[in-house]
RNA sequence: UGACCCGUGGUGUAAUUGGCAACACGUCUGGUUUUGGUCCAGAAGAGUCCAGGUUCGAGCCCUGGCGGGUCAACCA
């Protein structure tokens, strides 16, 4: 799929990291160079959150002429997977950012890893722990409370160093000893509280198989790659804050320069009324309530990227909402208007009916075709026209028909005249029912002086509607998605039951739908907007998927009230 | 009753480093319009968590409160 935006030149709104960037640079630090890496854990697929951290680390790169590394940090064999990994690589390439030869997983550095966790080890600075996982917790104190030292903390380093290896060599079960680094138990800061830096996994790793059965931990691996890389700034979320010390204390024992990677941490994104916990979409995913992580439903990136958003809006998105430490909830309002405002510009316009209901013009003659020429962008010329073609038999939209309009329903209704988009000026004569007194179809007629919408009398109707030909048409199984969505508690970073925002009308199919046979000669384009109702993309690659459609907000709104009265 | 971080309209972000708070989204009006969209014009909405202090002057500096978040995984 490609991308359809024009590249505009994204302005990318200062903040405080950049602030940061650029008084480094003004001291001379690094000699001016920025390296930063986007350092995901393949054990899910990327959504819009991580969007916000990518944008960020590559944006910043760019901004200052630097490079940015792409970097798995694939630690713990047991959740995580190639297909992450892929799924990652493509997500980032379609958001438009390029890692160019420096792909990098924090398994390539298992050995050097390991040579450094020997060095601590020399140095009498990591010690081997073979107490149970559950005392070894519980001397760990409390955040108010100092913590016991281990017993094993004395042990020489000759009995370590061999412990080591019997753990490398497999000689131990899993949980019966880690390796721990020896700092302080009585920090007020837990995370130096004798952190575990190995612990024994006899799981196979996605890339170094049954190379290993011990794997270092997040916080012994992250800095030391970041070192190792060259990353002089090292960008991640506010709940690192509190391992920055130990983040620095790992790389003060490696470093033999001047250089040091620089943590910075900024707030995550939350969303109102989404869900964003990787957990619980992994939950969503594996029990079937989705039908996989790019399920239009979902906020991920390939979910967004079926849904019809374009890498641009969602670049947008993320400097609109800016970067800082202030730990807040963004409307949704907010990226569905970025999306809106590209497609608004960008998509090509199509006519379809999601609910047909089908309209007779009385007068017009049976079996005639008449080609009606449509614009296919109103906002850019160079779009383009199409030729629409017109019969006898239409349908319309069965809720731009009203038999007892209320006060404010401009469409049609008994007696009304509207304007068929393009076409010619329609008044309703006659509603047809059937026995259980709905209404099937309507007459009308049309004033042949009106083609291509304007009457030369210079009459005005209060209403255009999109229409399509009943026989002239491509008929099209579509698909209504609705993100999900926690009704209860609009807040993206609390947990909520799958009930609350499992809303039933989160997909919809729709099988009699009608839309423009144009759209079959239009492979090419992969994002339409139907006309008035909202907008929708079209992905020739997964037909069995249909359209893809989202309604705006707005329109939302506008149906509710509608249905209400 | 620890450590660290954060408090600016409904939401998010700004404020030339001390000079009477700006922008975007949202909301509400009015206009244009071949789709109740778009576009255009306008309005409402915060006096910057609170209390002191420094200063001619504080959202920015100082002190003390209050409120929120993070941290006690052999997860990242």
Known sequence: MSESSPEKEVVVKKNFIHQIVEEEI????????????????????????HAKSICLNFGTAQKYKGIT?????????????????????????????DWGDRLFY????????????????????????????????????TPTRPGLESPCRSRSVEENLDFFMRMKNGEFNEGQCVLRAKIDMASPNMHMRDPIIYRIMKTPHHRTGDQWCIYPMYDFAH?????????????????????????????????????????????????????????KLLELVKDNHVKGWDDPRMPTISGLRRRGYTPASIRNFSDRIGVTKVDGIIDVALLEHSIREDLNKNAQ???????????????????????????????NPEAGTRQVP?????????????????????????????????????TCNEVVKNENGEVVELHCTYDPQSRGGNSPDGRKVKATLHWVSVSENVKAEVRLY????????????????FKTFMNPDSLTVLENCYVEPFVKDAKALDSFQFERLGYFNLDPDSTQDGLVFNRTAQLRDTWAKMKGK
Not at 73 to 93: A, F, G, L, Q, W
Not at 259 to 277: D, G, H, K, W
Not at 350 to 376: S, W
């Open 390 to 426: 017109f019969t006898r038999e239409i349908y319309i939209e069965r809720d731009d028909f009203m038999e007892n309009p209320p006060k404010k329903f401009f469409r049609l209704s008994p007696g009304t005249e509207v304007r068929l988009r393009y076409a010619y000026f329609v």
């Open 223 to 279: 800095g030391q790659c970041d070192y190792w890389e060259g990353i002089t700034h090292s960008i991640c979320t506010l709940e690192f804050e509190v391992h920055r010390p130990l983040y620095d204390w790992f790389v003060d024992q490696l470093k033999d320069t001047d250089y040091r990677p620089r943590q910075i941490e900024f707030a995550r994104l939350n969303l109102t009324y989404t869900v964003m916990s990787k957990r």
């Open 26 to 49: 003004n001291a001379g630090k690094n000699n001016g160079l920025i390296h930063t890496r986007f350092p995901p854990e393949p054990n899910g697929y990327l959504h819009i959150g």
């Open 69 to 97: 590394n792409l970097r798995f940090d694939d630690t713990n064999p047991s959740k995580e997977d190639t297909e992450y990994v892929d799924s990652i690589m493509e997500d980032v390439r379609w958001l438009g950012f």
């Open 349 to 379: 316009r199509v006519m379809g009916v999601l609910n047909p209901l089908k309209v007779v013009i009385t007068n017009y003659p049976e079996g005639q075709v008449e080609h009606l020429e449509a614009v296919n962008n109103p906002e």
């Open 106 to 141: 924090a398994s390539d550095y298992f050995g050097k890893l390991f040579e450094f966790a020997v060095k601590l080890i020399r140095e009498g600075k990591a010690y081997v722990d073979d107490q149970d996982a559950e005392t070894i917790s519980s001397q760990k104190g």
């Open 482 to 497: 609705d993100r999900l969505f926690t009704d209860e508690e609009p807040d993206g970073h609390k947990d909520v039951d």
